[in-house]
């Protein structure tokens, strides 16, 4: 069974994205982490109160953003290509 893997972490090391597929597979699985260094040092109440709040108003909350190099985003967007068979 082959098995296809990218990583991208964020420039500042806060989270990673992992991309994964297997060759048997038609789906792309995205994972995502966060370094427990950075996730401490939050208010967990605030930020739930935050997400309540922005839920009882019908928008959009944005939960952490990953900031890429050019670098990573052109060997991401190499990774995909390889993993969904486009670019053959």
Request: glycine fraction near 6%.
């Amino acid at each position: 069974m082959s098995y296809q893997e990218k990583t991208v972490r964020c420039v500042c090391g806060c989270c990673a994205m992992t991309f994964s597929k297997f060759a048997d597979d038609n789906t792309v699985s995205l994972e995502v982490y966060e370094n427990a260094f950075y996730g401490r040092y939050k208010s967990k109440i605030r930020l739930y109160f935050k997400r309540l709040w922005t839920a009882l108003r019908g928008e959009e909350y944005m939960l952490f953003d990953i900031v890429l190099s050019s670098e990573d985003v052109k060997g991401l967007r190499d990774a995909l290509v390889d993993m969904t068979g486009e670019g053959k």
